[in-house]
């Protein structure tokens, strides 16, 4: 079977196709025949092999698989499994497990759930990451009803969903992003501002007298500095990608995501609550198109290799 791998701390470059035994379900396990995966930062970032995102910072051992999200079909089943069935339709996750044509593995470890009714399989395969890291990124905001928040990088695939679970609880968005992405942003329910140098002043004429709650930089540092400056307290700012930050702010992330998270960024978006838009799609033999486009930066929801 096919599966996209990295052999050795070598870059991005040694991201490679590759011919690998075909795995079955064992007891315990069931088998997902490979249907689509979502491409994240953070697949990259591992696979460039520098600073604190590279495989070996985190533990990792070498050969390790190119990504993480994935959605498909079960079509096998082993012993003792009774929550999941053969023809399912799926969706997941399980770190650096890679994109190919099989994945096995418990379903606990594939981390589960069935494609709700009416999403497409693409859209699924690129859901469990940035789902998780919305919410989380939102929740531990606290209360925002009826609260103005500020949210950085508010076009992107976490951004995509964020400004719009944010506004579904009541908050009022105001989010960041490039002048070309400022129709997009208003399509999810957020008020958009220019990033970059200015943004305070940007922000606050915005505000118009008004004041600012709470923010989220799902980018860099750039909203958390507006927001502090702007007499947010550091204790209702969130950030997900920064490596540094000031003192009291909350790093958060896909791990501190409350437990049904993504099952309900799914619902929400099978009920039509929540939008998703797929940017890019491309067949795994032209992974590096998918790989290129995410680390270029600028995407409008989500990039998505297919078989």
């Known amino acids: 079977m096919r599966k996209l791998m990295q052999q050795a701390d070598n870059g991005i470059e040694g991201v490679q196709l590759v011919q690998v035994p075909e795995p079955h379900a064992k007891a315990g396990e069931v088998r997902v025949a490979w249907l ?26 070498y050969p390790i698989g190119f990504g993480s999200d994935f959605a498909g ?63 989380a990124a939102i929740d531990d905001l606290g209360d925002i009803e009826g609260k ?41 329910g957020a008020e958009p501002v220019t990033y970059g140098e200015g943004l305070t002043e940007r922000v606050r004429e915005i505000l118009g007298g008004g004041s600012l709650d709470a923010a989220s930089d799902l980018a860099n540092t750039d909203v958390i500095n507006a927001a502090l400056e702007l007499g947010v307290p550091s204790q209702r700012i969130t950030l997900i990608a920064a490596l540094e930050y000031p003192q009291g702010t909350i790093r958060t992330g896909a791990a501190r995501a409350r437990s049904d998270a993504r099952s309900d960024i799914a619902q929400r978006i099978a009920r039509g609550e929540i939008h998703v838009p797929i940017e890019l799609s491309v067949p795994l033999d032209d992974f590096r198109t998918a790989i290129d486009r995410s680390m270029a930066g600028h995407t409008h929801g989500k990039i998505v290799v297919v078989p």
């Open 148 to 188: 103005t928040i500020l949210i950085g990088g508010g076009a992107g695939g976490v951004g995509t969903i964020a400004v719009q679970y944010a506004a579904a609880k009541g908050a009022r968005v105001i989010a960041t992003g490039s002048r070309s992405s400022a129709d997009y942003l208003r399509t999810l």
């Open 36 to 61: 689509a995966g979502g491409v994240n930062p953070i697949d990259w970032k591992i696979a460039s092999g520098s600073g604190p995102y590279s495989a070996t910072a985190r533990g990792l051992t």
């Open 73 to 135: 079909v079960i079509d096998e089943v082993g012993d003792g499994v009774h929550d999941f069935h053969l023809g399912d339709h799926v969706f997941g996750t399980r770190f650096t497990q890679g994109f190919g044509d099989y994945l096995v593995g418990t379903p606990e470890d594939l981390q589960l759930l069935p494609i709700p009714e009416g999403m497409s399989m693409e859209l699924a395969g690129s859901l469990s990451t940035v789902a998780a890291t919305a919410v």
